[in-house]
Nanobody, 123 residues
């Protein structure tokens, strides 16, 4: 599966952004991670195959919505009330299983990754 993330850019603090991930084929669980300069890649959100279940990380909870359109093989991440600390390269990933909202998602949870899209939040 090939994944293509898009939608990144520069946003002012307090603004919102919608990222999209297009898959080359049908996917199962999907997720978004981000990696800020000098930091490890961290979990942002995940969604089940059907889209019925989803979870956002505590660091973005209340500001994050993940959704998918299986007819188009796309997964979107919407983030609002953006903060400078949200600045990072955002990666979408595809995995086999959605483990629920209490699971500690890691990069190992997902098998395929897109190339990333940069989000810069200015103060």
């Amino acid at each position: 599966v090939q994944l293509q993330a898009s939608g990144g850019g520069m946003v002012q603090a307090g603004g919102s952004l919608r990222l999209s991930c297009a898959a080359s084929a049908r996917t199962l669980a999907m997720g978004w991670f981000r990696q800020a300069p000098g930091k490890e890649r961290e979990f942002v959100a995940a969604i089940s195959r059907t889209g019925e279940y989803s979870v956002c990380a505590d660091s973005v909870k209340g500001r994050c919505t993940i959704s998918r359109d299986n007819a188009k093989n796309t997964v979107d991440l919407e983030m609002s009330s953006l903060k400078p600390k949200d600045t990072a390269v955002y990666y979408c990933g595809s995995g086999r299983i959605y483990y629920g909202d209490s699971y500690s998602y890691t990069t190992g949870t997902f098998d395929y990754w897109g190339q990333g899209t940069l989000v810069t939040v200015s103060s």
